[in-house]
T-cell receptor, first 113, second 114 residues
Framework: AQTVTQSQPEMSVQEAETVTLSCTYD???????LFWYKQPPSRQMILVIR??????QNATENRFSVNFQKAAKSFSLKISDSQLGDAAMYFC??????????FGAGTRLTVKP | ETGVTQTPRHLVMGMTNKKSLKCEQH?????MYWYKQSAKKPLELMFV???????ENNSVPSRFSPECPNSSHLFLHLHTLQPEDSALYLC?????????????FGAGSRLTVL
């Protein structure tokens, strides 16, 4: 079974600084998709960024970027110029083409003013 | 209204009650999902519907009964629940089932079983 591991239950960052959240996954598939979702205290989970495994180029969305290492099965999220509104739970997720989707246990990010 | 809407936001029920959670999506998506979110645990997929047909049931106890009357609505009927069923129940939808499709989540229904 595919598993997703987030080894950092909690992280904190100073406002305007950069933080990296870790995620590793286990799969025997060659084609799959990786996601980072953010869940603020309001509870609504929203997509932060998506990466297709067949793409070598790391995805970027404004201040959010990923470091996708396919051979190492690693998918970390980098948040640059952290803002107070970035404080939330962050979930890494894996989804195969046959709809097998797995989430990690989450990392709680605190942003200090 | 847009997105995925879940009602109620909070529900407290006794172990002998019968209640339902409702999910509605206004995105024109064809797939809908129920997830259970417990503290410090990964999201647990409960049910998946595609074009109103159930395509996945992850060994969920029969005290949880899903219903998908059309592609825009999804219900989770609850009866004789246990205290360990207390959790946040998230509904999500996607355009289709394939891996590239992003899930759009609702805000969740916080269930407390006394």
């Amino acid at each position: 079974a595919q598993t997703v591991t987030q080894s950092q239950p909690e992280m904190s960052v100073q406002e305007a600084e950069t933080v990296t959240l870790s995620c590793t996954y286990d799969t025997s598939e060659s084609d799959y998709y990786l996601f980072w979702y953010k869940q603020p205290p309001s509870r609504q989970m929203i997509l932060v960024i998506r990466q297709e495994a067949y793409k070598q180029q790391n995805a970027t969305e404004n201040r959010f970027s990923v470091n996708f290492q396919k051979a190492a099965k690693s998918f970390s999220l980098k948040i640059s110029d952290s803002q107070l509104g970035d404080a939330a739970m962050y979930f890494c997720a894996y989804r195969s083409d046959n709809n097998d989707m797995r989430f990690g246990a989450g990392t709680r990010l605190t942003v200090k003013p | 209204e847009t997105g995925v809407t879940q009602t109620p936001r909070h529900l407290v029920m006794g172990m002998t009650n019968k209640k339902s959670l409702k999910c509605e999506q206004h995105l024109g998506h064809n797939a809908m999902y129920w997830y259970k979110q417990s503290a410090k645990k990964p999201l647990e997929l409960m049910f998946v519907y595609s074009l109103e047909e159930r395509v996945e049931n992850n060994s969920v106890p029969s005290r949880f009964s899903p219903e998908c009357p059309n592609s825009s609505h999804l219900f989770l009927h609850l009866h004789t629940l246990q205290p360990e069923d207390s959790a946040l129940y998230l509904c999500a939808s996607s355009q289709a089932l394939s891996g590239a499709n992003v899930l759009t989540f609702g805000a969740g229904s916080r269930l407390t079983v006394l």
